[in-house]
């Protein structure tokens, strides 16, 4: 399951990973965020995953989520919710790779990450 919401009176797009992933989720995710970014400008990511199962993403999902990547030059700041410790080291990796400010959150820190992105 992947779904995206924008959390009200402001610029961040929640973004639910867990289970499978479907193309046609990846696709609704795109369009959220795309609405977002037209909105505002530029927009901040909580990421919260759950249990993802890697062998049930269909694989054109992987296709549409490099595509996302174009993105990334409207995201300011992304905090990721996980308590999978590879899910948080990669997060915490991004931030040297990429040019958007990453931190990484136990999952029970939801209103700490909120509160880290509306900075």
Aim: no cysteine; aromatic share 6%.
């Amino acid at each position: 399951m992947l779904r995206a919401a924008v959390v009200d009176d402001t610029n961040i797009v929640e973004i639910q990973y867990s289970g499978s992933v479907t193309t046609t989720e990846m696709e609704d995710i795109r369009t959220v965020i795309d609405e977002a970014i037209a909105q505002h400008g530029s927009i901040n990511v909580l990421a919260e995953y759950g249990n993802i199962e890697l062998r049930r993403i269909e694989p054109k999902a992987y296709v549409e989520d490099l595509r996302m990547t174009a993105i990334i030059g409207h995201v300011d700041r992304a905090a990721v919710l996980s308590d999978t410790d590879w899910i948080r080291r990669a997060a915490d990796a991004a931030s040297k790779i990429i040019d958007v400010e990453v931190k990484s959150f136990r999952s029970a820190s939801r209103d700490e990450a909120l509160a880290w992105l509306q900075d």
